[in-house]
């Protein structure tokens, strides 16, 4: 029966971004090989470590869901340990309660998906001002006052 | 001077302790990720420790989860092993 795993790894801060991508074609390829099914791949792009891995603060993030037999997680990870770009990397089995966390991850672009998003500017619908009639009443001596008011800050 | 202090012969309770609970039965989370180093920072103290379930008032059984999840995230140099400050710096 095939299972749900999902792996992490972490890649050198060292490659360009073409190797980079590389990289990823070729764990990508190792798990087709295998007949691993791909469920889903997340690149999380260079983020920031928080500690030192091999001297390097930051590293490529990068992860895979997919449905395979047991031995090809193994086989996954001897080739992570025999190439020398990946820094770390986890694989973990998934539940049925990570398989459904994972889904609506997918789904609903949780976490690293956060910060791609486009900036959703609000519109604020503002109504129309309701136009009020201001009873102007003409007082003659209160102009008066007025317009010398003005007069005098002319001055 | 401290003439108008009240003194009270016996010391007012201040505040009720509210009782703990758990936050994942109580919001109905099942899958604690490891990915969401940020969220995780919460069981953890400043030294980066795992804060203890008499403290966060998280049952056992997500505490077990919480515990293999803040692992997980060390692995992955999503959260430190030991550090100075943790919550400050953030």
Known sequence: MLKHYETVFIMTPVLSDDQMKETVKKFENILCEKGA????????????????IQKKSTGFYHLFEFKAEPHVVAELELQYRRDERIMRYL???LDKDAIAYAEKRRTHGFGQKKETKPETTFEVKREPRPE????IVEDPIEEQMYEQNIDNKEE | MAQNDIKYLTPIAVDFKTKKYC???KSGIKF???KDGEFLKRFVNEQGRILPRR????????????AQ???RARHLALLPFVADNLKTNQ
């Open chain 1, 37 to 52: 099914e791909i469920v889903h791949q997340e690149n999380w792009g260079l983020k920031r470590l928080e500690y030192q």
């Open chain 2, 69 to 71: 999840a803040v692992k």
């Open chain 2, 23 to 25: 936050r994942f039965k």
């Open chain 2, 55 to 66: 403290l966060t008032g998280t049952s056992l059984k997500f505490q077990k989860k919480v």
């Open chain 1, 132 to 135: 009020v009639k201001y009873d």
């Open chain 1, 91 to 93: 694989s973990v089995t």
């Open chain 2, 32 to 34: 604690i990720d490891y």
